[in-house]
């Protein structure tokens, strides 16, 4: 018998895609471009052409300045596990 491993919570979720764009500078995913594909009742994340936007323009890279991702993504509402999801993604 086939047992599907449990489904991550919204807030598990949520958490996730904002520490995924925190971590890869991703400042393209917005409430007008969600970037969200949802196929089969499986999330996911797609289009990270704006991630490691550095590499674009070199210069401005080394004066400390970052976006911030969960101040403009659409699931910053619901990531309250921010830290939870960060520990596990940091241990594999």
């Not at 925190?22 to 471009?33: G, H, I, K, P, Y």
């Not at 550095?54 to 890279?61: E, T």
Request: aromatic letters at 10%; hydrophobic letters at 40%.
């Amino acid at each position: 018998m086939f047992d599907p491993p449990p489904r991550r919570s919204l807030a598990d979720e949520a958490s996730l895609t904002v520490w995924l764009d925190a971590f890869s500078l991703n400042v393209d995913r917005t409430a007008r471009n969600p970037n969200l594909l949802l196929w089969h009742r499986k999330l996911y994340l797609i289009d990270h052409g704006a991630a490691l936007f550095f590499h674009h323009n070199w210069p401005p890279c080394g004066k400390g300045s970052s976006p911030s991702p969960k101040s403009s993504t659409r699931a910053a509402p619901w990531a309250t596990e921010i830290e939870s999801v960060a520990a596990q993604a940091r241990t594999g």
